[in-house]
């Protein structure tokens, strides 16, 4: 079971932004995706999610043909966090949260008590540590402040009982981009945890740093196209980095942290 892409090609009038890319979103593990400003990073997560129709090739999650099943069935089966939402209307924290529950879970496993949703939501504001957001209005918040809440919120639409085991993922546009180092260790340790329950995490990100710390796989784009894949070992490497993100970049394993440190 995964969510895949097959030869997925999509473009902008007659320009390739993403271009025969085959990858595997495996659940358990967390895949961040590199690449240079243009990359096609975006571009490759919303084909993922299901906004884009790809102009070649297939999108398929847990076997199925992505666009052959409902909008409620891939609610079920994916979350998505976009780099920035703009929420018109003035909702309280809770019901943007309760966007994703509603839509989802109460659809997977019929309609749950109150007291079952109010368990499930306060449970991931406090593991989200946005417990004290409750009675708030979104728009009043900072921005790093609305982006810790639409990460609960994604987090809360894959919420399901202990007993239910099918595989669900989790997909993330530089969901750290706003956030501060404290919050963007928070919120990535999260996502890992959601990996360790079953899911299948997939990240962009721009701190190459961070990528060598929570990735279990790496991808890098480069002109929408992949140019190396795999463990972060291989994939992050000074020739690779240098040459795609077109500057000297130097990498080297640090003994007293246990994993590489990417610096130019």
């Known amino acids: 079971m995964t969510l895949s892409t097959t030869a997925v090609t999509w473009q902008y009038d007659s320009t390739p932004v993403v271009h025969n890319v085959s990858i595997n979103i495996v659940p358990g593990r967390v895949t961040v995706l590199l690449g240079p400003n243009g990359a096609g990073k975006s571009t490759l997560l ?3 999610a299901g906004d ?18 409902t909008l409620q069935a891939q609610a079920q089966l994916r979350s998505v966090m976009m780099q920035s939402v703009h929420v ?17 879970a109460s659809r997977a496993w ?16 406090i593991e989200c540590n946005i417990a004290d957001f409750k009675g708030r209005k979104f728009n009043a918040l900072s921005g ?42 928070d919120v990535l340790n999260l996502a890992r945890k959601a990996a360790k329950k079953g899911a299948g995490v997939f990240i962009i990100v721009h701190d190459v740093n961070l990528a060598a710390r929570f990735a279990d796989e790496i991808i890098l784009l480069e002109a929408g196209r992949v140019v190396s894949k795999g463990t972060v070992e291989h994939v992050l490497t000074s ?19 246990e994993r590489l440190v990417v610096f130019n």
Not at 243 to 255: L, W
């Open 88 to 104: 018109v209307f003035d909702f309280f924290v809770e019901d943007i949260l309760e966007m994703g529950w509603v839509y989802a």
């Open 110 to 125: 019929g309609r749950p008590d109150d007291a079952l949703k109010r368990a499930a939501l306060e449970s991931v504001m």
């Open 52 to 69: 884009l129709l790809p102009y070649s090739g297939e999108v398929t999650i847990n076997g199925s043909v992505l666009q052959e099943i």
């Open 144 to 185: 790093g402040e609305q982006q810790r809440v639409q990460f609960a919120r994604a987090l809360l639409q894959l919420w399901r009982p202990e007993n239910n085991t099918q595989p669900c993922y989790l997909l993330l546009d530089e969901p750290t981009s706003s956030l501060d180092l404290a919050h963007s260790i």
């Open 46 to 48: 919303r084909l993922l």
């Open 239 to 257: 020739e690779t980095l240098s040459r795609v993100y077109n500057t000297p970049i130097s990498v080297e394993y640090h003994p007293a942290l």
